[in-house]
């Protein structure tokens, strides 16, 4: 198996493919807005860590892509961004948006060459794609167990959905 075939397999497994974890698609299903802004001192709700996961991978999505990213100076907190509205249309946009952006990554990778895989992702130091992708598979997966951790405290978790 290339590692372009293992990526995809990782990224569908993080969006909506049941695998050894939930998938994000399940890790919310069902969840309403008010329960996704559900906070505990100064842990981060599940709407935060989807602006978190939304925001690395689109940033590094569109480096993938070269296209050219926008000038931003924002700390690693704050892409756990929320807006202060609970709104189920903006919870849903939000979600939305997360599915969208690895929809995206399975399409560029199906799309990719090995050439692409092997080249740098940085200019310093040089770190080829395919170890950028295993850090940001790995890091998806990471955020989604803790939304399903969230989901069993708070008990808005159906094992159902795949963990007991």
């Not at 919310?28 to 860590?49: D, F, H, R, T, Y």
């Not at 978190?52 to 590094?60: A, P, Q, V």
């Not at 979600?95 to 310093?124: F, G, N, P, Q, R």
């Amino acid at each position: 198996m290339t590692s372009k075939a293992i990526f995809l397999k990782q990224m569908s497994a993080c969006l909506d493919q049941p695998n050894w974890f939930v998938p994000f698609t399940a890790s919310v299903n069902g969840l309403s807005a008010k329960e996704a802004s559900l906070k505990s001192g100064s842990a981060n709700s599940i709407w935060q860590i989807v602006n978190h996961l939304t925001f690395w991978n689109e940033r590094y999505l569109m480096r993938f892509k070269e296209l050219t990213l926008p000038e931003a100076s924002i700390s690693n907190d704050d892409t756990f961004n929320s807006d202060a509205s609970v709104s189920e249309e903006e919870w849903q946009s939000a979600v939305s948006a997360l599915k969208k952006v690895m929809t995206e990554w399975i399409i560029a990778l199906e799309e990719c060459t090995d050439e692409k895989m092997l080249s740098s992702a940085y200019k310093e130091p040089v770190e080829p794609w395919s170890s950028v992708i295993a850090n940001l598979t790995i890091h998806n997966a990471y955020h989604i167990g803790q939304i399903v951790e969230i989901r069993k405290i708070y008990g808005l978790w159906d094992a159902k959905n795949g963990v007991h």
